[in-house]
């Protein structure tokens, strides 16, 4: 039982699973857009986002040294340097424009963890900031990267995805910061900390409507979409309800960042 809790905290910690829900959310837009299933961006966002996530978590603890190299970390630090280096490799798998565009937004990652100008805070601290930063990550790096890589046209649907993603990763980030309420720096004036853990649920299923709505602009309808998204919003909201600052870390780093690998099963499946 303890080495299965050491495998699964290595594998939360490590941001393994994090890695696979980006994944996911990459294949979803593969198949929305009716894209090749191609290996290379999809690989490249799930150990970009393993390195990424890495970085953001540890890099800060590291530099004040209010952590030590203990085994497990410099497991996760050896693990983070290998994907690095296939992160480079599919890099160069890229086509030249998803080649900027990806440096552009590992240019918003570095922003997010390094104070680039002296006794001034990172992005990450920013007040009121963080959940706009990570939602638009996320749309650029499982929405934008995949659409560009496969030169597409870009139309109208593509615009209406930007929003959903964009709404999708904003409410499942409002669970993680009602999670993180009593731990969280007040300056960072993250929205439970602006409007309360109430308001934030009530703002959360509200976008999830939208978020739904949205679906029925699209010029090529799809009803199976419709039920799958269906079950997603069920889902989001359930999680959104039941969030509160005593549930388990395990609560919002493997089953809320599992919702992105459901719906990609589900899409499979119906």
């Excluded at 939360?12 to 191609?38: D, N, P, W």
């Amino acid at each position: 039982m303890r080495v299965f809790k050491l495998i699964v905290d290595f594998y939360i910690k490590g941001s393994i699973h994090v890695g696979l829900s980006c994944y996911a959310l990459v294949r979803m837009t593969q198949h929305m857009f009716h894209i090749s299933y191609e290996d290379s961006l999809a690989h490249f966002a799930f150990f970009g986002t393993i390195v990424g996530y890495n970085f953001v978590k540890y890099d800060a603890l590291a530099r004040a040294k209010k952590i030590q190299m203990r085994k497990e970390l410099k497991a996760i630090a050896v693990f983070s340097f290998c994907c690095f280096i296939l992160v480079g490799y599919y890099f160069f798998q890229l086509q030249r424009v998803t080649q900027i565009v990806a440096v552009a937004f590992l240019s918003i990652t570095l922003l997010y963890t390094l104070p680039f100008f002296p006794n001034k805070r990172n992005a990450r601290n920013w007040a009121g900031v963080k959940i706009y930063i990570v939602a638009l990550c996320w749309v650029g790096v499982t929405l934008g990267l995949p659409v560009l890589n496969a030169e597409i046209p870009i139309i109208a649907d593509f615009y209406l995805k930007c929003l959903q993603r964009f709404l999708l990763v904003f409410v499942l980030v409002l669970v993680f910061e009602i999670i993180d309420l009593a731990n969280d720096d007040p300056h960072l004036k993250t929205v439970p900390q602006q409007i309360g853990v109430r308001r934030t649920k009530l703002l959360g299923l509200l976008l999830l409507l939208p978020f739904y709505l949205l679906e029925f602009l699209k010029s090529n309808f799809d009803e199976s979409q419709l039920v799958v998204n269906l079950l997603l919003v069920i889902m989001i909201s359930l999680f959104l309800l039941f969030a509160n600052e005593k549930r388990s870390k395990y609560y919002t780093s493997f089953w809320v960042e599992s919702i992105p690998l459901v719906w990609w099963l589900l899409l499979l499946i119906i």
